[in-house]
């Protein structure tokens, strides 16, 4: 087996967790490589001695790696994933930062979930992701234009608000008059556009959400759509830019462009294991239908 180790932060808790993962790879003779910065930074702060293969392309990681761990928090997973791209590399995520939803393997549960991985007692969850192209270009998110959370529009720079003409497959929908527009997929239900209202969909249905951010409008409601839809987003305001997000990466964009907006034709694998289903870790985490009664 062959694996990437991924990870953006050091902090003191970072050591157990890597001593006990890399413990766990040499001992079952699991070839890895860690992404390059992340080393240096294991290095500099003494929680790993050894010199150890590296990687710090996406083009480096090739069909001949088995699975991705990224050891961090869900900001880390979903920077894993520009990592993985197209290549159908699985990702299981390790928790070392706060909620843990996506990264969902706490410190505890390192060896036992890993010895599942290697006895391949696991499941393959299919995440779908939405791509977005921007006219005219905008060279900062062009390179990476996917996300697997949710693509989001808002205002910038002013607390007057934007208004967001949006198309579904060519036919106007509304404008919305808000601070913003979420366009979430399945996964990024739980995100930031469960936060405004918008309703949670498990993770392999085949719909996108669209969430309005603070729509100053008794009758703006979150609206499911089909996954194939392609939307138009034309954004005015009285600034003249505004701000759209993948996921954690963020641009500037000119008012008045047009933002088109698509499930892309690939998907992520993330790794599922029977433990931490998606079901599991929406009562654990996000308190999900917490009752008394229950
Ligand atoms: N008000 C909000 O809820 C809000 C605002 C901005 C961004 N976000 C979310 O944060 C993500 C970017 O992460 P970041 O680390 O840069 O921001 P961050 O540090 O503000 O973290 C956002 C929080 O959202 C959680 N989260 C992220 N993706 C999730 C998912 N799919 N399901 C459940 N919880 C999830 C993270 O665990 C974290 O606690 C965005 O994709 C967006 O979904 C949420
Ligand atoms: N490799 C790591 N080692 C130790 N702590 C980490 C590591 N990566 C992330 N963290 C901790 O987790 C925090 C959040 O990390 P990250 O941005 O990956 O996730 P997040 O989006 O905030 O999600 P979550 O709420 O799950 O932590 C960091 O500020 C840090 O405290």
């Known amino acids: ?17 890597i001593k006990r993962l890399l413990q766990f790879l040499e001992t079952h003779k699991v070839t890895f490589t860690i992404e390059a910065n992340f ?6 702060n003494k929680a790993v001695n050894k010199n150890y293969s ?5 083009k480096e990681l090739d069909k001949s ?15 894993a994933v520009t990592y993985v791209r197209n290549s159908g590399i699985p990702i299981l995520g390790i928790n070392a930062g706060r909620l843990g939803f996506l990264a969902n393997v706490q410190q505890e549960n390192i060896e036992t979930f890993l010895q599942l991985v290697l006895e391949k007692k696991y499941k393959i969850s299919k995440r779908t992701l939405l791509s977005l192209s921007c006219t005219p270009k905008v060279d900062s998110i062009s390179e990476i234009n996917f996300a697997m959370n949710e693509v989001t529009v808002s205002r910038k720079d002013t607390t007057s608000m ?12 509304t404008s919305y008059w808000a601070d913003g527009l979420i366009i979430s997929t399945p996964t990024g239900s739980t995100g930031y556009s469960l936060s405004c209202g918008g309703p949670i969909l498990t993770p392999e249905a085949s719909s ?8 100053h409008n008794l009758n703006a409601r979150p609206i499911v759509i089909p996954d194939n839809t392609v939307l138009k987003l034309k954004i005015s305001g009285r600034e003249e830019n505004y701000l759209v997000s993948l996921d954690s990466r963020i641009a500037s964009v000119k008012n008045e462009s047009v933002l088109t907006i698509k ?12 433990e931490e289903t998606f079901l599991k870790t929406l009562r654990k985490k996000l308190l999900f239908g917490e009752d008394k009664r229950n």
């Not at 180790?5 to 157990?16: A, D, H, R």
């Not at 590296?54 to 996406?58: F, K, P, Q």
């Not at 790696?65 to 920077?79: A, E």
Request: a negative charge; hydrophobic letters at 40%.
């Open 263 to 274: 499930k892309t034709p690939f998907k992520i694998n993330m790794v599922e294991i029977s």
């Open 54 to 58: 590296t990687y710090s392309s996406h």
């Open 162 to 173: 934007i208004t967001i003409e949006t198309y579904l497959n060519g036919e106007y929908l």
């Open 208 to 215: 996108l959400v669209i969430t309005p951010i603070a729509p």
């Open 1 to 17: 087996m062959k694996v990437a180790i991924y990870g953006q932060f050091y902090q003191n808790t970072t050591s157990p967790i």
């Open 65 to 79: 790696y088995d699975m991705l761990l990224s050891v961090g928090g869900d900001g880390t997973f979903l920077r």
């Open 39 to 44: 080393l240096k930074m294991l290095q500099e």
